[in-house]
C-alpha cells in the first residue's frame, strides 16, 4: 500500500510539473506575443504611409479602398481613389449611379469585377448603410472576410482579424509556418494567430491601427523577396530568422500559367471616329467598351475575320489590312490578338439600341472626347494606338 500510495504522489507530482511547464511556456509565449504586438504598433507609428484612407473612420470609404487595393498597387490606387470618391461619395451616390457611368470612372485600374461587385454591395445596403460588425459585413454581396475585418476593425474598432498576402506573410515566418498559408491547415493557422494577436490586450485598444501594422509591415519591410530583417522591429523573437528559413517561407502555392487565348480585333475607323462595341452578359469585361473582337486559331485568316465581323454590323470597310499583334496578360488569361485596321465611310452610323453581333448589345463609332466618357479598359486604348 505504501508503495502504490508513493507511485501515486510521484504521478501526481509529475502531473503537477509538466501541467506548470506547460503554463509557463504559454506565460512565455503570451509575453512574447504582447512584446510583438507593442513592438509592432511603435514602429507602426512612426513609419506608416500617410494615405488618403488611413485619415478617415468611414466605413464606406474603407470599403472603396480595400476593394481598390486587391492586386492592385498603393501608388496606382491613389488617384483613382479619389476621382471615385469625388464621384460616388456615399453608399448612396454609388447604388443610384449607372453601372455603365460607375465602370467609366473605374477604367484603367482593371479588374473590373470588383467595380460590379462593389455597385451591387452599395445597392443592396444603400437603405440601412452597411453593417457594423465582421459577421454582419460578410452578408454584404462582394464583401468577403478580408474585407469585412478590414472595415469592422479601422472604422469601428472590432477586434476582428484580417488576412491578407502581406499579413499572410508576415504570420508565416514570424511563427515559422512550414504549411502553404493560401490553403488548408496553413491558411487556417494564420487566420487563427492572427485573430489571436488582435484579440491580446494591447491590439485591442486600437485593433484597426494594429491589422494595418502588420499589412504595412508585410508591405514594407517583410516583402516577399529580400526581406529587410534589419528594419523589422520584431526582427529578434522571429522564428522564421532565428532558422534561417525567411527566404523560403511562407510556402505559396505556384500559380498556374495563363491559358493562351487567341483573338483578332477590327479597328474601324470613320474618320476620327473608332467603332466600339459593349460587351453583354457574364463573360469576362461585361459592361465594357471595345473594339469588336472574334476568337481565332492559328490556321484562320485575320483579314477575313475581322471581314466578317465587319458584315455583320452591316458596315462597307474598306482598306482592312493586318497591322500587327497585341500581347495583353490577365491573371488567367494570355491574350495575343492580331489587329487589323479597316476605313469606314466618314458619314457610317450605327445604332446603340441594336445589338446584332454578339457578345456585344451596343455599339457606338466614337470620337477620342466620346471615348472619355465610355467605360473602355486598357486593352481597348491599346488597340486604338496599335492601328493608328
Given amino acids: 500500500m505504501k ?9 501526481d507530482r509529475l502531473v503537477m510539473s509538466a501541467k506548470k511547464k506547460a503554463a509557463h511556456s504559454e506565460a512565455l509565449a503570451q509575453g512574447r506575443h504582447e512584446d510583438f504586438v507593442i513592438a509592432l504598433l511603435s ?6 504611409r500617410d494615405l488618403p484612407w488611413r485619415r478617415t473612420r468611414d466605413p464606406y470609404a474603407i470599403w472603396v479602398s480595400e476593394v481598390m487595393l486587391q492586386q492592385t498597387r498603393v501608388d496606382t490606387v491613389l488617384g483613382y481613389y479619389d ?10 451616390a454609388l447604388a443610384n449611379a449607372d453601372l455603365g457611368e460607375v465602370l467609366t470612372t473605374w477604367s484603367g485600374l482593371g479588374y473590373y469585377r470588383r467595380a460590379r461587385l462593389l455597385h451591387q454591395g452599395a445597392a443592396a445596403v444603400r437603405a440601412v448603410g452597411l453593417p457594423k460588425t465582421a459577421a454582419d459585413l460578410e ?17 469601428h474598432g472590432e477586434a476582428t482579424p484580417l488576412v491578407d498576402g502581406n499579413v499572410a506573410r508576415v ?8 504549411a502553404e498559408v493560401s490553403r488548408g491547415v496553413g491558411q487556417r493557422r494564420v487566420w487563427e494567430l492572427a485573430g489571436e494577436l488582435v484579440r491580446m490586450r494591447s491590439a485591442s485598444e486600437d485593433a484597426g491601427a494594429f491589422n494595418q501594422a502588420l499589412m504595412e509591415l508585410g508591405a514594407m519591410v517583410c516583402t516577399p523577396r529580400a526581406p529587410r530583417c534589419g528594419e523589422c ?17 511562407p510556402i505559396m502555392t505556384r500559380k498556374t500559367a495563363p491559358v493562351a487565348w487567341r483573338r ?42 475581322a471581314a466578317g465581323l465587319a458584315r455583320g454590323l452591316d458596315l462597307a470597310a474598306s482598306r482592312v489590312r493586318v497591322v500587327g499583334d497585341v500581347l495583353h496578360v490577365l491573371t488567367h488569361r494570355r491574350m495575343m490578338i492580331t489587329v487589323v485596321r479597316a ?46
Fill in 3 to 11: 508503495n502504490e500510495s508513493a507511485a501515486a504522489t510521484l504521478g
Fill in 43 to 48: 514602429w507602426y507609428r512612426q513609419n506608416k
Fill in 83 to 92: 476621382r471615385f470618391m469625388r464621384a460616388y461619395p456615399t453608399v448612396s
Fill in 139 to 155: 452578408r454584404v454581396p462582394g464583401i468577403g472576410r478580408y474585407t469585412a475585418g478590414a472595415i469592422a476593425s479601422i472604422a
Fill in 171 to 178: 504570420l508565416a515566418r514570424w511563427f515559422a509556418i512550414e
Fill in 233 to 249: 522591429p520584431s526582427r529578434h523573437h522571429c522564428e522564421a530568422r532565428a532558422r534561417g528559413l525567411e527566404h523560403r517561407l
Fill in 264 to 305: 483578332v480585333a477590327l479597328v474601324a475607323f470613320a474618320g476620327a471616329r473608332v467603332l466600339l462595341g459593349r460587351r453583354a452578359g457574364v463573360e469576362l469585361m461585361n459592361g465594357m467598351w471595345e473594339p469588336p473582337m472574334a476568337d481565332a486559331t492559328d490556321q484562320q485568316d485575320a483579314k477575313t475575320i
Fill in 343 to 388: 476605313e469606314l465611310p466618314v458619314r457610317a452610323r450605327v445604332s446603340k439600341k441594336s445589338p446584332v453581333l454578339a457578345p456585344y448589345d451596343a455599339f457606338v463609332l466614337a470620337d477620342p472626347s466620346a471615348r472619355k466618357k465610355l467605360a473602355c479598359a486598357t486593352l481597348t486604348k491599346k488597340l486604338i494606338v496599335a492601328a493608328q
